[in-house]
C-alpha cells in the first residue's frame, strides 16, 4: 500500500505540474511527500515515479527510509555535508531515515545520516563508493537503483525490487480508483512527518524505564564527546583568530557544559545509595535527555559559523603547515615522557601510574595517524581536492593535540605525587602530635586508646611505605587522612577554637591539592580515551570536578563545608578513574577477543578510536565507543577513484550535524 500511495502522489505532482524545469536555487530544500526531490530536472516522469516507487519498497521491506535530494550545486551552505544535513535536519528526518544529496553540476555527493541508525560507517562507505559508475556515467536514476539496493543488503532485506517495467499503466489504474484518497494519504503522510520531526521515536513516556535509561546514557556520553570535541576545535580557533572572534563560540560552548553539568548532577542522583521512586527515575531520565538535547542544539547553532570562520577547505595549505609544526614541536617530548616515566616507574607503584603507564605508546600511536592524515591532505591538495584536505587536517589536529594531553599528563602526574609525597611527611608529623596529646588524657573507657593504637598503626605503614621503593602516595595520604579525622574527633576537646580552625586549615589544603590531582588524573585518562570510556567514568569525573570548585570556593568562608566537599571530589575521581579504566579494559578485551580492526592503520587506528578521534562502529568487540553528537566521531568515504577511505572526527556541533562528513567528487 506505501508504494501505491507514493507512485500515486508522484504521479499527480507530474500530471498537475508537468515537465519539471532545472531549478537554479539550491539551497537547503523541503523534500516534499515523495521520496525523491529533483530539484535538478534530470529524471524523466518515469524514472521519476520509478525510483520513488523503488524508495518506497525499500521502506516497506526493511523500515528504511533513503530520500534523495538532486540539485546542479550545493549553495548556503556550500559544503556538501553541512548541505545535507542541513536538509536532512529541516526536514526532520530520524535515525532510520538517510538522505542521498547529489549535486548534478558541481559534481559532488554525499549520503547524511544520523550516527545512531541502523546502518555502520563502513556499509555507508561501500554504498557511497557503489555510486560512482552511475554518477560519472550521469546515470541519475541508476545511481538511485544502486543506492537503494545497497541500502537493502545492508539491512539484510534480500534483493532489490525492481523499479521497471509496467509500473506507469499501473499507476493510471490506480489513479482512476483513488485519486479522492489522496486526501487521505496527505494527512497520513503529514502525521508520520510530525512524528519524525520530534525524532522518529516512541515518545519517552512510553519508553520501557530500561531503555529510558540507556537512551540517557547514551545522551550523556554522546553530548560529553560533542562538547569535548567543539572544546578542542575551538582552542585551534582561537590560537589562530584571537578571543574576539570566537567570542560567540566560548558562550555557546559554556551555556553547552552547563546544560551537560546538570544532566551529570541528575545521572549522579540516580546512580547514589538513596532509593528513587520509579517516577523520579523516569523524569530525571527524560530530563537528562532533554538538557543533552539543549545542549547539542546550542551548538549546532553555531556550527555553520564556525565552519565559515576556519575555512579549513580554503586555507587547506595553511592549516597543513600549522598542525605539521605543531606535531614536530610535539614529537621530541614523548622520548622525554618515556625517560620520565622510567624514573616514576623506579619510586613508584604502579598502581600510582596507572593512569599514564601507556600513555607514550598512545601518543606515538595517534602521532602516526596524524601523519597517514596529513600525508593524505598533503595528497588532497594537490590534486585540488580542498574538502577531502579538511577532512584530513582536522582529524590529525585532533590526534596530535591528544599526543600533546598525552604527554603532558605524564609531567603533571609526577608533580602530584611528588607533591602528595611532602603532604604526607606534614600530615604523619600532626598525628604524631596528636598521638602525644591524646596520650595525655584520661581513658576510663579504653576508646581512646583504639583511636591512639590505629592511629599509630596508620602512621607506621606511611612511614614505612615512605622509606621504600614502590610508593603509592595517593593511597597512602587517604589511609592518613581517615586516621586524621578520626582522632581530631576524640581530642577536639582539648584545643581551642583558633586551634582547631588552623588544623582544619591545614587539613583542608592537604586535601584540595589531593583532591586536584585526582581530578586531573581522571580527566586527563578520561579525555584521552573517550572512545572506549561510557557514562558512569564521566558522571563521576563530572561531578567531582564540580565539589572540587566548590570547594576550592569555600576554603575560606566555610573550611568544614569546604573539607567535606574536596573528600568528596578526591572520592568521586577515584571511582572515575576506576570505572574508565574497567571501560578501557573492556575495550581491549574485545579487540583481542576477536574485535575486527579498522582497515589501514592497525594500531594507529585503533588508537584514535580509542581516543574518540573515530567511531568504533566498524568494530566487532570493544568498550563501547559511541556514534552521536557533532562532537562524535564521522567517517568519510566514497568520492575518489582509489576506494580510500578517510575516518574523522566531527567538528565543531551537536546533533544537528547529523555526524557524518561523507561523500566527495565524482
Given at each position: 500500500m506505501r508504494r501505491a500511495w507514493a507512485t500515486v502522489l508522484a504521479v499527480l505532482a507530474m500530471v498537475v505540474a508537468g515537465p519539471v524545469a532545472a531549478a537554479s536555487a539550491t539551497d537547503p530544500i523541503p523534500l516534499g511527500d515523495s521520496f525523491v526531490a529533483d530539484e535538478a530536472g534530470v529524471l524523466s516522469g518515469g524514472q521519476l515515479s520509478g525510483a520513488d516507487a523503488t524508495l518506497a519498497k525499500l521502506e516497506t521491506d526493511?523500515?528504511?527510509?533513503?530520500?534523495?535530494?538532486?540539485?546542479?550545486?550545493?549553495?548556503?551552505?556550500?559544503?556538501?555535508?553541512?548541505?545535507a544535513d542541513a536538509v536532512a535536519q529541516d526536514n526532520g528526518l530520524g535515525d532510520r531515515q538517510y538522505l542521498l544529496a547529489i549535486a548534478t553540476e558541481a559534481r559532488q555527493y554525499t549520503i547524511s545520516a544520523s550516527p545512531s541508525g541502523p546502518l555502520s560507517e563502513d556499509q555507508l562507505v561501500a554504498i557511497e563508493q557503489s555510486l560512482l559508475p552511475d554518477l560519472r556515467a550521469d546515470d541519475w536514476a541508476g545511481a538511485i537503483d544502486t543506492a537503494a539496493t545497497g541500502v537493502r543488503q545492508a539491512a539484510g532485506g534480500g534483493t532489490p525490487g525492481s523499479s521497471g517495467g509496467g509500473i506507469p499503466g499501473f499507476v493510471w489504474i490506480i489513479l482512476l480508483l483513488v485519486v479522492a484518497a489522496v486526501i487521505v494519504f496527505l494527512v497520513v503522510r503529514s502525521r508520520r512527518k510530525a512524528k519524525v520531526a520530534a525524532g522518529g521515536t516512541?515518545?519517552?513516556?512510553?519508553?520501557?524505564?530500561?531503555?529510558?535509561?540507556?537512551?540517557?546514557?547514551?545522551?550523556?556520553?554522546?553530548?560529553?564527546?560533542?562538547?569535548?570535541?567543539?572544546?578542542?576545535?575551538?582552542?585551534?580557533?582561537?590560537?589562530?583568530?584571537?578571543?574576539?572572534?570566537?567570542?560567540?563560540?566560548?558562550?555557546a560552548l559554556a551555556q553547552a557544559k552547563e546544560n551537560l553539568n546538570q544532566a551529570f548532577t541528575l545521572k549522579q542522583k540516580l546512580d547514589d545509595s538513596?532509593?528513587?521512586?520509579?517516577?523520579?527515575?523516569?523524569?530525571?531520565?527524560?530530563?537528562?535527555?532533554?538538557?543533552?538535547?539543549?545542549?547539542?542544539?546550542?551548538?549546532?547553532?553555531r556550527a555553520a559559523a564556525f565552519d565559515e570562520l576556519r575555512k579549513l577547505e580554503q586555507n587547506a595549505p595553511e592549516a597543513l603547515a600549522k598542525v605539521q609544526e605543531l606535531r614536530g614541536s610535539v614529537e621530541p617530548r614523548i622520548a622525554e615522557a618515556e625517560s620520565a616515566l622510567a624514573a616514576l616507574s623506579a619510586r613508584y607503584a604502579p598502581s600510582a601510574l596507572a593512569t599514564i603507564a601507556d600513555n607514550p605508546v598512545q601518543a606515538?600511536?595517534?602521532?602516526?595517524?596524524?601523519?597517514?592524515?596529513?600525508?593524505?591532505?598533503?595528497?588532497?591538495?594537490?590534486?585540488?581536492?580542498?574538502?577531502?584536505?579538511?577532512?584530513?587536517?582536522?582529524?590529525?589536529?585532533?590526534?596530535?593535540?591528544?599526543?600533546?594531553?598525552l604527554v603532558d599528563a605524564v609531567g603533571k602526574l609526577g608533580q602530584d605525587l611528588a607533591a602528595a609525597e611532602q603532604s604526607i611527611s606534614a600530615l604523619v608529623a600532626n598525628l604524631q602530635q596528636d598521638i602525644a596529646a591524646a596520650s595525655a588524657l584520661p581513658d576510663a573507657d579504653g576508646r581512646l586508646a583504639s583511636v591512639i593504637a590505629s592511629t599509630r598503626q596508620a602512621v607506621d605503614a606511611?612511614?614505612?611505605?615512605?622509606?621504600?621503593?614502590?610508593?603509592?602516595?595517593?593511597?597512602?595520604?587517604?589511609?592518613?587522612?581517615?586516621?586524621?579525622?578520626?582522632?581530631?574527633?576524640?581530642?577536639?576537646?582539648?584545643?581551642?577554637?583558633?586551634e582547631q580552625a588552623e588544623r582544619a586549615r591545614q587539613q583542608l589544603g592537604q586535601l584540595l591539592l589531593q583532591a586536584q590531582a585526582q581530578v586531573s588524573a581522571a580527566e586527563d585518562y578520561i579525555t584521552a580515551r573517550r572512545g572506549a570510556v561510557g557514562a558512569t567514568a564521566r558522571t563521576r569525573l563530572a561531578e567531582a570536578g564540580a565539589s572540587l570548585v566548590q570547594a576550592q570556593q569555600l576554603q575560606t568562608t566555610d573550611p568544614a563545608q569546604a573539607l567535606s566537599l574536596a573528600q568528596r571530589a578526591n572520592q568521586l575521581a577515584g571511582q572515575a578513574i576506576q570505572s574508565a579504566q574497567n571501560d578501557v579494559g573492556?575495550?581491549?578485551?574485545?579487540?583481542?577477543?576477536?574485535?575486527?580492526?579498522?582497515?589501514?592503520?592497525?594500531?594507529?587506528?585503533?588508537?584514535?578510536?580509542?581516543?574518540?578521534?573515530?567511531?568504533?562502529?566498524?568494530?566487532?568487540?570493544?568498550?563501547?565507543?559511541?556514534?552521536?553528537?557533532?562532537?562524535a566521531s564521522g567517517s568519510l568515504g566514497g568520492g575518489r577513484g582509489g576506494g580510500r577511505t578517510v575516518r574523522t572526527p566531527g567538528s565543531f556541533g551537536g546533533g544537528g550535524t547529523r555526524g557524518r562528513r561523507g561523500g566527495g567528487r565524482f
Open positions: 526493511t523500515g528504511i527510509s533513503l530520500y534523495v535530494a538532486l540539485v546542479p550545486e550545493f549553495t548556503n551552505p556550500s559544503d556538501r555535508n553541512a548541505w516512541t515518545p519517552l513516556e512510553q519508553l520501557p524505564l530500561q531503555d529510558l535509561e540507556r537512551q540517557a546514557g547514551s545522551a550523556l556520553v554522546a553530548t560529553d564527546d560533542a562538547v569535548k570535541t567543539s572544546e578542542e576545535e575551538l582552542g585551534f580557533a582561537r590560537a589562530q583568530f584571537g578571543d574576539e572572534a570566537t567570542g560567540e563560540f566560548e558562550a538513596t532509593p528513587d521512586s520509579e517516577a523520579d527515575t523516569r523524569a530525571w531520565n527524560a530530563q537528562i535527555i532533554e538538557l543533552c538535547t539543549q545542549a547539542g542544539a546550542l551548538l549546532d547553532e606515538r600511536q595517534r602521532l602516526a595517524f596524524a601523519d597517514d592524515r596529513l600525508a593524505e591532505a598533503q595528497e588532497d591538495i594537490g590534486a585540488g581536492r580542498g574538502g577531502e584536505a579538511a577532512v584530513g587536517i582536522r582529524a590529525a589536529e585532533e590526534a596530535v593535540d591528544q599526543a600533546r594531553l606511611a612511614t614505612a611505605a615512605t622509606a621504600g621503593a614502590q610508593l603509592a602516595p595517593l593511597q597512602v595520604l587517604q589511609s592518613l587522612e581517615a586516621a586524621n579525622t578520626q582522632i581530631d574527633g576524640a581530642i577536639a576537646g582539648i584545643r581551642d577554637a583558633q573492556s575495550f581491549d578485551a574485545g579487540i583481542m577477543g576477536g574485535g575486527r580492526a579498522p582497515a589501514g592503520g592497525g594500531d594507529n587506528v585503533l588508537g584514535a578510536v580509542l581516543g574518540g578521534i573515530v567511531i568504533n562502529s566498524m568494530l566487532g568487540g570493544g568498550g563501547g565507543a559511541r556514534g552521536g553528537f557533532g562532537g
